[in-house]
């Protein structure tokens, strides 16, 4: 519980575990009253940003693998050609004990880079560590 006098402020929880969902509410008050008969309340799932693993072992293929992140009912995998290019999501997977998915139909000997997001309903860990790979 944090009181602010002040108009804009940002609250990190430190103490949260992966998999468990927290409340929070949010109030206004001026001096201990009650400002607003609103209260905002939002309910989310702390989940561990996934690792991602890469190879391609095969012409124009990619093998992407996560680490699972506990609570989690799917994932999100987005990707990127080239250093330079712009990220985009190329799957979406259900289930939050998969952790593999082949990406094809790729450019050979180019590289690309791969980050996975965990997701329950709306809530979703903070991006992975990106990885590349070279496509065979």
Do not use: H, M, Q
């Amino acid at each position: 519980i944090i009181t602010a006098k002040t108009e804009k402020i940002t609250y990190t929880d430190t103490g949260v575990a992966s998999g468990k969902t927290y409340t929070y509410r949010i109030r206004c008050v001026d001096d201990g009253a009650v400002v607003s008969g609103a209260t905002v309340t939002k309910s989310i799932r702390f989940l561990e940003a996934p690792a991602v693993f890469l190879s391609s072992t095969t012409t124009g293929k990619v093998k992407v693998t996560w680490t699972t992140s506990k609570g989690a009912d799917g994932y999100e995998i987005w990707r990127k050609k080239g250093a330079t290019g712009s990220y985009s999501r190329v799957a979406t997977i259900s289930g939050g004990s998969k952790d593999t998915w082949y990406d094809k139909d790729l450019t050979s000997k180019a590289n690309y880079y791969y980050y996975a997001v965990a997701v329950y309903g709306d809530s979703k860990s903070a991006n992975g560590p990106a990885d590349y790979v070279e496509v065979k």
